[in-house]
């Protein structure tokens, strides 16, 4: 069974810093891998996606991560901290068929002015 | 544009009660899930249904049931609502693999 690996429950980050959310995943084979962010209260919402195309994946509100498969990761990142984006960030990689989602223990990203 | 729609968003059980949550999508997938959210485990899979009239267990099914008769509407049961189910659950919608999910905005649910 496919498993995903957060580091670190919680990252501070001021603003203007450099955003780096660690994800690790459990598989021989490529898989479809994603990124989401929960607002307080809200549900998720899906940030980026690789689904097989280019390493380097783009997402909205600018973040953007990088799938390496000798690494067997999928960190997420982002030049520039901006108060808007303390939230909850999840990872998440396809398991078998039937669309199937395992998600990772969530990080809480905690921005400072 | 409503996408997933979970209703009720709050409920608050006494122990050994019944209660079921209903999810709504309107975008016509096939794929439908049942998660609950807790503290440091992230989301777990409950039920999932691959079409209309088709329900399979995921992770942690024992104490839930689920149905799906209608393409549309993905329905969460609790036939004994235990303190242990105390939790935010969040249905999810997909249309293929490489779509990702779209979730509804959960129900948070508490056994007293």
């Known amino acids: 069974a496919q498993s995903v690996t957060q580091l670190g429950s919680h990252v501070s980050v001021s603003e203007g810093a450099l955003v780096l959310l660690r994800c690790n995943y459990s598989?021989?084979?490529?898989?479809?891998l994603f990124w989401y962010v929960q607002y307080p209260n809200q549900g998720l919402q899906l940030l980026l996606k690789y689904t097989s195309a280019a390493t380097l994946v783009k997402g909205i509100n600018g973040f953007e991560a990088e799938f390496k498969k000798s690494e067997t990761s999928f960190h997420l990142t982002k030049p520039s901290a901006h108060m808007s984006d303390a939230a909850e960030y999840f990872c998440?990689?396809?398991?078998?068929?039937?669309?199937?989602?395992?998600f990772g223990t969530g990080t809480r990203l905690l921005v400072s002015p | 544009n409503a996408g997933v729609t979970q209703t009720p968003k709050f409920r608050v059980l006494k122990t050994g009660q019944s209660m079921t949550l209903l999810c709504a999508q309107d975008m016509n997938h096939e794929y439908m899930y049942w998660y609950r959210q807790d503290p440091g485990m992230g989301l777990r899979l409950i039920h999932y249904s691959v079409g209309e009239g088709t329900t399979a267990k995921g992770e942690v099914p024992d104490g839930y049931n689920v149905s799906r008769l209608k393409k549309q509407n993905f329905l969460l049961g609790l036939e004994s609502a235990a303190p242990s189910q105390t939790s935010v659950y969040f249905c999810a919608s997909s249309i293929r693999q490489d779509y990702g999910y779209t979730f509804g905005s959960g129900t948070r649910l508490t056994v007293v």
């Open positions: 998440a990689v396809s398991e078998g068929g039937f669309q199937k989602l395992v």
């Open positions: 598989s021989s084979v490529p898989p479809y």
